[in-house]
Every structure is written in structure tokens, then in C-alpha cells.
């Protein structure tokens, strides 16, 4: 790996804009054929997503992953969302019993439109495995596979089977792999992405490390087809997580899957857990993130999403913030 930097040390360089109003500039993505608002995903995580906010997204036109951490609700789940006519997308495991799940949903002709692999270490045997098992019994699934790190997880996990490969591993806000490993993409994300998209032949998720809506065109321009945030997801009206209040402040509880909030026990922890500011309605923050990326659209002189892969960037020395705090 040659440079290497973060989402902080990048600036994309602005062409002339070709429309008249941001307006015009079309944020939708393609995803494993069927076309969704934004290139944005909130994390398969218990705080961020739960069946009533699926249902929300799948409704107004946005991708979701449901989390795989209640596996009991995945098959009235995913009846559910088949008598809406809404897309049917869930998370599963490499443990034995996911064998059986799999197999179950085939026999009750229950095929879910994605099916993501939510594993820590995505470069492994197991994933390739289930993978082949997926595509043996429900062939009509796209399965998202992951979590890699390196372009030979990447080309790996493809031929395998994988229609799609999710990339991050240590970058995410309550994530604590880096400290209690010393592995993983942590603080040298963005260059991870693009070292991993040059070699993929299939859409990549990138996934944690975003702080910002910028971090979105970002992540498009060095090779993302769709974006999983967990954070910036965290905390409103909607969310799954406990509210609490302190100083006359509203917070919502924020914890890892691999924390022991999550797992119920202190082994192999790898998350924490975090309160994070209240933040009102999560339509708010969709159609937030819809105004930016069409203004990083039109600062990229295009009109559509994919002309932001076409900018150039540079690397700054400093932080782009300054020290200034994000918000
Ligand atoms: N994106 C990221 O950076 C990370 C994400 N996570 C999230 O935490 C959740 C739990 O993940 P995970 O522990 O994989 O899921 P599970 O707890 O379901 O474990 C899956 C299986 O993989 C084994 N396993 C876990 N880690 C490794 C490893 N490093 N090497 C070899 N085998 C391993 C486990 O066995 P055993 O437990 O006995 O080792 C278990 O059999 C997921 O939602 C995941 O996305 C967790 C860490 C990093
Ligand atoms: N190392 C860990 N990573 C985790 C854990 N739980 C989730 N995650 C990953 O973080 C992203 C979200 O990142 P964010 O920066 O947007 O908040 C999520 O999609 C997972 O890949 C964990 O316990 N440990």
C-alpha cells in the first residue's frame, strides 16, 4: 500500500457545474437490481434498525439490512415484508443452526431479495461456505458478504458466489477490534476502499468510519456502490435504543454487535457502547443527506451519481476540520 489516508485527509476538487439547481442532480444507485433513493444503508445493527424502520425504508423507496440478532422474527419477518410487496432483505450468521434457516426459507419458498453474511472476519472458510450454501438453495438471493479488508478477501469472496462484498473492518464508532486486536482498516478506511474496489468485479458496500454526509461522496468516488452507516443513524425518535436523559439532555444508547451489551456475556468483546445526542426524526436526516450528496453531485459537475467518480482529489497535510468540531 502506497498512500494511505482516511476520510478527514481527502478533498474532492470541484468541476463546473452543469446544472441549475442541485435539485436536478439525481442521488439514486442501482443495487443488485432494484434502484433505491440513496447509496446509503443504515447498519445492521440492533440500536439502528428493527422491523418498524425496515418497514419505513423498504416503503419510501431506501435499502435496508435487517440485523440478524433476533433470528426467532426473521421468517414472519420476511412474510411480512412479501404481503406488503416490499423487499425483503435480512442478515444472517455462519453458525449450524443458520444451515437450517437457509434451508427452511427455500422449502417454505420464502426467498428474501438480499441476504448479508454479518460476520467480523469475512475472509474466512465459513463465509465461503455459506455463501455456496445461499446460492445452492435460494439462487435468486443476492448475497452481500463480509466484513474483508483486502482485495484477495474481495476476489475471494466473489468467486465464491458473493454478488456483492461489504469492506471495513475496525473503522466503525463503537468499534474496538483496533485496540484489542491491532487489525483492521481503521484510520486508513477510504484507502482501504479504494485498494479493495480495484480489484472487485462486483458493487462494494463500504461500511463505518463515516462522520459526515461528505464521507458519503467520498466513499462513492473511491469505489463504493452503497454505503452502510451506523452512527450518524443513531439516536433519533425512531431508533431502537434505550433514551436516556442527563443535564436536561436527550441521549440514545448507541452499542456494538460485538459488545457485551449485545452478546450478553464479556467474551471475545470487540464493541462498546456509546449515548449519542437525540436528533429528531430520521426522515429528516435522509432528506439531509439526499441535499448534500446532490450538492456533492453538482460540485462534481455532473448530474447523476456516478459523476462523482470521475473528480479528482488531493490529500491534505492537516485535518480538513482545523480543529474546528464537525457540527
Ligand atoms: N466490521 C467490523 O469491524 C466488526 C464487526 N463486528 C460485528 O459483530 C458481530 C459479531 O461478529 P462475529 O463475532 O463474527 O459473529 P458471531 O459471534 O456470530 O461469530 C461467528 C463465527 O465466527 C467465529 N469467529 C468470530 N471471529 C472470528 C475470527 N476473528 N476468526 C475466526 N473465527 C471467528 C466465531 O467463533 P468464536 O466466537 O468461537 O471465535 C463464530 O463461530 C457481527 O454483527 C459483526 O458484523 C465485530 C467485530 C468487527
Ligand atoms: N469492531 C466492531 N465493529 C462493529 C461492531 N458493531 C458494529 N460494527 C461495525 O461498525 C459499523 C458502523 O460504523 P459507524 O462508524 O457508522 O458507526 C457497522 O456497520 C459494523 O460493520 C462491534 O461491536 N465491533
Not at 65 to 86: C, N, T, V, Y
Not at 187 to 206: D, E, N, V
Request: contains cysteine; charged residues 25%.
Amino acid at each position: 500500500m502506497d498512500n494511505v489516508f482516511d476520510y478527514e485527509d481527502i478533498q474532492l476538487i470541484p468541476a463546473k457545474s452543469v446544472v441549475k439547481s442541485r435539485s436536478e442532480c439525481d442521488t439514486s444507485v442501482n443495487f443488485g437490481g432494484h434502484t433505491f433513493k440513496l447509496p446509503v444503508v443504515p447498519a445492521n445493527m440492533q440500536t439502528i434498525i428493527d422491523e418498524k424502520i425496515a418497514t419505513f425504508l423498504a416503503e419510501n423507496g431506501y435499502f435496508y439490512i435487517m440485523h440478524r440478532f433476533q433470528p426467532e422474527k426473521r421468517i414472519d419477518f420476511i412474510k411480512d415484508m412479501k404481503a406488503r410487496g416490499l423487499i425483503a432483505s435480512i442478515s444472517v450468521g455462519v453458525k449450524e443452526g443458520e444451515y437450517d434457516f437457509v434451508k427452511q426459507l427455500a422449502e417454505e419458498n420464502l426467498v428474501p431479495e438480499y441476504i448479508t453474511i454479518d460476520i467480523a472476519h469475512g475472509h474466512s472458510n465459513a463465509v465461503i461456505e455459506m455463501i455456496q450454501h445461499i446460492k445452492k438453495y435460494l439462487p435468486d438471493s443476492f448475497v452481500i458478504a463480509g466484513n474483508v479488508g483486502t482485495p484477495d478477501a474481495v476476489r475471494e469472496l466473489e468467486n465464491a458466489g458473493a454478488d456483492a462484498t461489504k469492506v471495513g473492518i475496525g473503522p466503525g464508532k463503537v468499534c474496538i477490534t483496533k485496540i484489542k486486536t491491532g487489525f483492521g482498516t481503521g484510520g486508513w478506511q477510504l484507502a482501504a476502499l479504494r485498494w479493495c474496489a480495484k480489484a472487485a468485479s462486483k458493487p462494494i458496500i463500504a461500511d463505518g468510519g463515516i462522520r459526515t454526509h461528505g464521507d458519503i461522496a467520498k466513499s462513492v468516488r473511491f469505489g463504493a456502490s452503497m454505503v452502510m452507516i451506523g452512527s450518524l443513524f443513531a439516536g433519533h425518535e425512531e431508533s431502537p435504543g434505550e433514551t436516556i436523559e442527563k443535564d436536561g439532555k436527550c441521549y440514545k444508547e448507541y452499542f456494538g454487535s460485538a459488545s457485551e451489551f449485545q452478546k450478553g456475556e464479556r467474551k471475545n468483546v470487540e464493541g462498546k457502547k456509546m449515548y449519542v445526542e437525540h436528533k429528531g426524526a430520521l426522515m429528516d436526516t435522509l432528506t439531509e443527506m439526499e441535499q448534500d450528496l446532490q450538492s456533492s453531485i453538482s460540485y462534481a459537475g455532473g448530474r447523476k451519481l456516478q459523476d462523482i467518480r470521475k473528480v479528482d482529489y488531493v490529500i491534505v497535510k492537516n485535518s480538513i476540520f482545523n480543529g474546528d468540531k464537525i457540527y
